[in-house]
Nanobody, 124 residues
Framework: QVQLVESGGGLAQAGGSLRLSCVAS????????MGWFRQAPGKEREFLAA????????DYTDSTRGRFTISRNNAKNTVYLQMTSLKPEDTAIYYC?????????????????WGQGTQVTVSS
């Protein structure tokens, strides 16, 4: 079955960095666009970044563009989210997701499979 397993979350100070990883199994990873989302307590799930199957196309939400970078390694079935200049408002559970749609989908509805999430907490 499909498994997406996130790691790399934890506690960071404001202005710091974290790199999240998501390892996929049970899918032909190179055929899936990948995305990162987050959900903070009491808030709706928010799109962060997406990358197409080859890694040549990526898209970001305004709040992460310039601070977060999505990348992928198809040989390792892994997608990454490098986060820099972290802010307390980045505190949330971060999820990776896989999509069979083309391009780099920015809407959660286009994603078929989701990981369990990893907690990121940014202290001020």
């Amino acid at each position: 079955q499909v498994q997406l397993v996130e790691s790399g979350g934890g506690l960071a100070q404001a202005g710091g960095s974290l790199r999240l990883s998501c390892v996929a199994s049970g899918i032909t990873f190179r055929s899936y666009a990948m995305g990162w989302f987050r959900q903070a307590p009491g808030k709706e799930r928010e799109f962060l970044a997406a990358i197409d199957v080859s890694g040549s196309i990526s898209d970001y939400t305004d709040s992460t563009r310039g601070r977060f970078t999505i990348s992928r390694n198809n040989a390792k079935n892994t997608v990454y989210l490098q986060m820099t200049s972290l802010k307390p408002e980045d505190t949330a559970i971060y999820y990776c997701a896989a999509s069979t749609w083309g391009g780099a989908p920015v809407t959660a509805n286009f994603y078929d499979d989701w990981g369990q999430g990893t907690q990121v907490t940014v202290s001020s």
